[in-house]
């Protein structure tokens, strides 16, 4: 696009130099012209195109990018909800019991693992 300016402009100032006027055609200047017109606004309609092209494929790589995040954040979301349940002040019977904490400990596991192979299945890793 830059080139085809700074041969717009050249264009402009030949067809201004009088002194030359007699070793060219100005049907052949205006015939250049015409073409130069043309090849600008081909770049112009091409760089658009390319210019919506990006912008999708930037769409699409940020919609994949942001499914993994949120899938990522779901399979850690297992393991704290089930420490939030069982961390809070409030009796629950097995607060001294000290296999509780690892049977948690495997359930949160357990869970994960599932998360995860049903993200794998529906390929959103």
């Known amino acids: 696009m830059t080139s ?9 100032q030949i067809k201004n130099i009088k002194a030359q006027r007699v ?7 205006e015939d250049v012209g015409i073409e130069l017109r043309q090849a600008q606004e081909i770049t112009n309609i091409y760089s658009d195109i390319l ?3 990006i912008d999708a494929y930037a769409s699409v790589i940020s919609n994949n990018i942001m499914k993994q995040m949120t899938s990522i954040s779901i399979i850690l ?3 704290t909800l089930i420490a939030s349940f069982y961390g809070m002040n409030v009796p629950n019977g097995s607060q001294d019991n000290p296999v509780v904490l ?8 357990i869970l994960s693992a599932f998360g995860v192979s049903l993200f794998k299945r ?3 890793f």
């Open 77 to 79: 979301m297992i393991p």
């Open 122 to 124: 529906r390929r959103w």
């Open 4 to 12: 085809l300016k700074g041969n717009d402009i050249l264009l402009h």
């Open 23 to 29: 070793n060219y055609g100005l049907d052949l200047l």
């Open 51 to 53: 210019t919506g092209t």
């Open 102 to 109: 690892w049977v948690l400990v495997l359930v949160s596991f």
